[in-house]
């Protein structure tokens, strides 16, 4: 923007120019002048070039709000005129689209982060005239809008300030937080009041956990350095928050270039900006500038502990996105040690390494020492005073998914319904969090059984996010769709299965997957379901879509990877094709054998089975052998959990039987006979003996065999027993096999 010489605009930038004191900054800005406007629409339109050029106004701004701010709060005037009440009711007007309004209706109950400095009055009267000095300025397509902050003065924030006291004039710092109580219109006018609070039950709780936190500081004046950094990092901030993250990433890095390589926080702004690459799901690059974050930590002198343990929590984090589960473990472990080592009491602060550690050992399965770590972090948890809801939540949230893990939903149960009492504590009511707890809940009655109950809980689930996303087109409602669809098709009910499969579909195909294992877990079911239905081709599309993602993010995950080939070989099975279905066997085999420890064996043994049914029916007879004779010994040497040791017997003896080995044939299916409980079974291992002796001539012993079977049904005999009865009888009377 240019302005001419001649112009009284241009002598005030002349003025500002050569005059300019870092102590006038709120001056300067509370006027109509050249620097308020650039700066106000340079924030409006997150122009971070223009923004980052008036980072030491900015700063100044800041620097002088925090002082007033701090001046307020500790005048005796403040009792005076205020009547000994905490509470500031503030307001500001403006227009707004009405898009804008209505998203804020949405979102009753959630946070709203103001993103620059706002100017409102302590009188609603003052505020109200703006309507009435601008009614010829509205358009069609904005509404009236009054905000009504309400803000208790003793809640540590971001700085406010009495700016004019005559005009009774507040500035809000950019950055503060606020949480959206309320929004109507006001009778017989068409302006919306939308009231907002800085100060909750919510708030004094954490206030309080603040203090606490605090007890051992000793409270000293920031410093100047400590004042700037936090001036020109709050639009970082506020830029996370919005999920913005590549602009965030370029202002913080903005920042870097102009601090000094000693810079005392220096590391806070690499942390910034690997928690963005972190959020990114980009492990390598998180990890590099935590790492970078560390090093600054431990070469400084004082070295800030508090810090230190921070940074080695964010590594771990880092690490756990790259599936490498011993660093994280490691990286938690020395946050939790720097930390007791600084702390002689159990400190609220060693939750959060012992819940990570807890978290990653569940993870892998050692779920004793899981929890061992969970249980401690709980013990501090219930015992710190004032508690602590969100941590509670945390901690129980992760003692039930530990349960759930290894099996026991009872215990899982107890611990969500827990999680569930904490977070009606610390959330408002119409929080996307409790829909989240309503379809972990349903998921676990799911697990036991009870199909009913899971449903109830899905629909609360979805009547949660009706109100918190209306156009029903999030993730969280992604999943409990699919989640309906998994309990459908534990009902046999197909086509309503994929009815919500296909709902579920929808949003991720507009909105893309919440992560890759969410993706492969969705496209695993809506396979299931084909399958179920009979539509193969379908089916194998998306197994290998699957399996796609599979080798693409996780090429080491052996068991996930064997269990995709396994379900591709098992589909190719069903539509005839023997020689794909032995290949994707053998490829489930192979992938299996990489798995160096903890191999489940069941799992094992059910592979060399698959491979040498495989074997079987391309005629490979030999080959098919040796692999039940592998799953055999497996099955010997290793496994104690029950598997259908008569079907490898039953099978081995069909095979020796096609191969003219009748003697070993015999003695294998007499094995299965000794294993097997089921009737049909039986039935169909007679007939075998009964065949094997009707080849051999001993028609007596094959009729034996084969009424021995019919024993077993009389009244459901199978055809296939009719046929053999009927077989023998022709070949004792013609000497010839029909």
């Known amino acids: 923007m240019e302005y001419s010489e001649e112009t009284e605009e241009f002598k005030k930038?002349?003025?500002?120019?050569?005059?300019?004191?870092?102590?006038?900054?709120?001056?300067?800005?509370?006027?109509?002048?050249?620097?308020?406007?650039?700066?106000?629409?340079?924030?409006?339109?997150?122009?971070?070039?223009?923004?980052?050029?008036?980072?030491?106004?900015?700063?100044?701004?800041?620097?002088?709000?925090?002082?007033?701010?701090?001046?307020?709060?500790?005048?005796?005037?403040?009792?005076?005129?205020?009547g000994n009440q905490s509470l500031l009711t503030i307001y500001k007007a403006q227009y707004m689209e009405v898009n804008k309004v209505q998203n804020l209706v949405k979102n009753i109950g959630n946070l709203l982060s103001v993103d620059t400095y706002l100017f409102t009055t302590n009188e609603k009267k003052t505020a109200m005239s703006f309507f009435r000095n601008n009614k010829n300025c509205q358009l069609t397509p904005f509404s009236s809008i009054l905000f009504e902050f309400n803000i208790d003065i003793h809640v540590v924030t971001k700085p406010y300030a009495n700016i004019l006291v005559t005009d009774?004039?507040?500035?809000?710092?950019?950055?503060?937080?606020?949480?959206?109580?309320?929004?109507?219109?006001?009778?017989?006018?068409?302006?919306?009041?939308?009231?907002?609070?800085?100060?909750?039950?919510?708030?004094?709780?954490?206030?309080?956990?603040?203090?606490?936190?605090?007890?051992?500081?000793?409270?000293?004046?920031?410093?100047?350095?400590?004042?700037?950094?936090?001036?020109?990092?709050?639009?970082?901030?506020?830029?996370?928050?919005?999920k913005e993250y590549t602009k965030a990433e370029i202002y913080y890095n903005n920042i870097l270039k102009y601090l000094p390589t000693n810079y005392p926080l220096l590391a806070?702004?690499?942390?910034?900006?690997?928690?963005?690459?972190?959020?990114?799901?980009?492990?390598?690059?998180?990890?590099?500038?935590?790492?970078?974050?560390?090093?600054?930590?431990?070469?400084?002198?004082?070295?800030?502990?508090?810090?230190?343990?921070?940074?080695?929590?964010?590594?771990?984090?880092?690490?756990?996105?790259?599936?490498?589960?011993?660093?994280?473990l490691i990286s938690h472990k020395t946050s939790l040690e720097i930390q007791q080592k600084y702390a002689n009491y159990e400190h609220i602060d060693f939750v959060e390494p012992l819940n990570n550690m807890g978290e990653i050992l569940t993870k892998i399965g050692d779920y004793s020492a899981a929890l061992v770590n969970l249980e401690k972090a709980l013990d501090i948890c219930l015992n710190v005073s004032?508690?602590?809801?969100?941590?509670?939540?945390?901690?129980?949230?992760?003692?039930g998914w530990l349960h759930l893990s290894a099996g026991d939903y009872s215990k899982a149960l107890v611990s969500f319904n827990k999680m569930s009492e904490y977070e009606c504590n610390f959330l408002p009511k119409n929080s996307s969090s409790f829909g989240t707890t309503y379809n972990l809940l349903g998921y676990v009655h799911y697990l036991?059984?009870?199909?009913?109950?899971?449903?109830?809980?899905?629909?609360?689930?979805?009547?949660?996010?009706?109100?918190?996303?209306?156009?029903?087109?999030?993730?969280?409602?992604?999943?409990?769709?699919?989640?309906?669809?998994?309990?459908?098709?534990?009902?046999?009910?197909?086509?309503?299965?994929?009815?919500?499969?296909?709902?579920?579909?929808?949003?991720?195909?507009?909105?893309?997957?919440?992560?890759?294992?969410?993706?492969?877990?969705?496209?695993?079911?809506y396979s299931q379901i084909y399958n179920a239905k009979q539509q193969f081709r379908k089916a194998l599309k998306y197994t290998n879509k699957a399996l796609e993602i599979q080798l693409e993010h996780v090429p080491s995950d052996f068991i996930a990877i064997s269990s995709t080939y396994t379900s591709i070989g098992q589909i190719y099975r069903q539509i005839g094709d023997n020689l794909n279905s032995s290949e994707y066997f053998k490829l489930a085999l192979r992938t299996l054998l990489k798995v160096k420890n903890n191999i489940n064996i069941v799992i094992l043994v059910q592979a060399?089975?698959?491979?040498?049914?495989?074997?079987?029916?391309?005629?490979?007879?030999?080959?098919?052998?040796?692999?039940?004779?592998?799953?055999?010994?497996?099955?010997?040497?290793?496994?104690?959990?029950?598997?259908?040791?008569?079907?490898?017997?039953?099978?081995?003896?069909?095979?020796?039987?096609?191969?003219?080995?009748?003697?070993?044939?015999?003695?294998?299916?007499?094995?299965?006979?000794?294993?097997?409980?089921?009737?049909?079974k039986i039935e169909a291992i007679y007939n075998e003996i009964g065949t094997i002796y009707c080849k051999i001539c001993k028609y007596d012993e094959a009729l034996n065999n084969i009424k021995k079977g019919l024993e077993q049904k009389e009244k459901e005999m199978s055809s296939s027993s009719y046929y053999q009865l009927a077989l023998i009888y022709c070949k004792t009377k013609t000497g010839t096999i029909i």
């Not at 500081?217 to 936090?230: N, Q």
């Not at 009902?491 to 492969?520: H, P, R, T, V």
């Open 13 to 82: 930038i002349e003025y500002f120019y050569r005059n300019y004191d870092s102590r006038e900054a709120l001056w300067w800005y509370t006027h109509d002048t050249f620097i308020y406007r650039q700066l106000n629409a340079a924030m409006r339109l997150k122009d971070l070039n223009k923004i980052f050029l008036f980072r030491e106004f900015i700063i100044d701004i800041h620097t002088q709000l925090l002082k007033l701010h701090s001046n307020m709060i500790m005048a005796d005037n403040v009792d005076e005129r205020r």
């Open 168 to 242: 009774d004039k507040y500035l809000i710092s950019m950055g503060t937080v606020f949480r959206i109580t309320s929004a109507t219109v006001m009778p017989e006018t068409d302006i919306w009041i939308v009231k907002l609070d800085l100060s909750s039950e919510e708030t004094r709780q954490l206030k309080k956990l603040g203090d606490y936190y605090k007890c051992q500081i000793s409270t000293k004046a920031k410093t100047t350095d400590s004042i700037a950094y936090e001036a020109m990092k709050t639009f970082g901030d506020f830029l996370v928050t919005l």
């Open 268 to 328: 806070q702004i690499y942390n910034k900006i690997g928690k963005i690459y972190w959020y990114k799901n980009d492990a390598n690059n998180s990890l590099k500038l935590h790492s970078k974050a560390l090093q600054i930590c431990e070469n400084s002198t004082p070295c800030n502990y508090l810090l230190v343990a921070k940074t080695y929590s964010y590594i771990g984090r880092s690490y756990s996105l790259k599936n490498d589960n011993m660093m994280a």
């Open 386 to 399: 004032p508690s602590n809801y969100l941590l509670l939540s945390t901690t129980y949230n992760n003692i």
């Open 448 to 525: 036991t059984g009870d199909n009913t109950i899971a449903l109830l809980y899905y629909l609360k689930a979805l009547d949660v996010y009706s109100k918190c996303y209306p156009s029903m087109k999030h993730w969280s409602v992604a999943e409990v769709y699919r989640n309906i669809g998994q309990v459908y098709f534990k009902q046999l009910d197909y086509s309503k299965s994929l009815e919500m499969y296909d709902k579920a579909f929808d949003i991720y195909q507009k909105y893309g997957w919440n992560s890759f294992q969410d993706s492969i877990q969705f496209l695993r079911g």
């Open 608 to 680: 060399y089975c698959n491979v040498a049914t495989a074997l079987f029916s391309t005629g490979e007879y030999d080959s098919a052998l040796s692999h039940f004779q592998l799953a055999l010994d497996v099955y010997t040497n290793e496994c104690q959990d029950s598997i259908s040791l008569s079907d490898i017997y039953n099978l081995m003896g069909v095979i020796n039987q096609k191969n003219g080995d009748y003697e070993s044939a015999l003695k294998l299916h007499e094995k299965a006979l000794e294993q097997e409980t089921d009737s049909t």
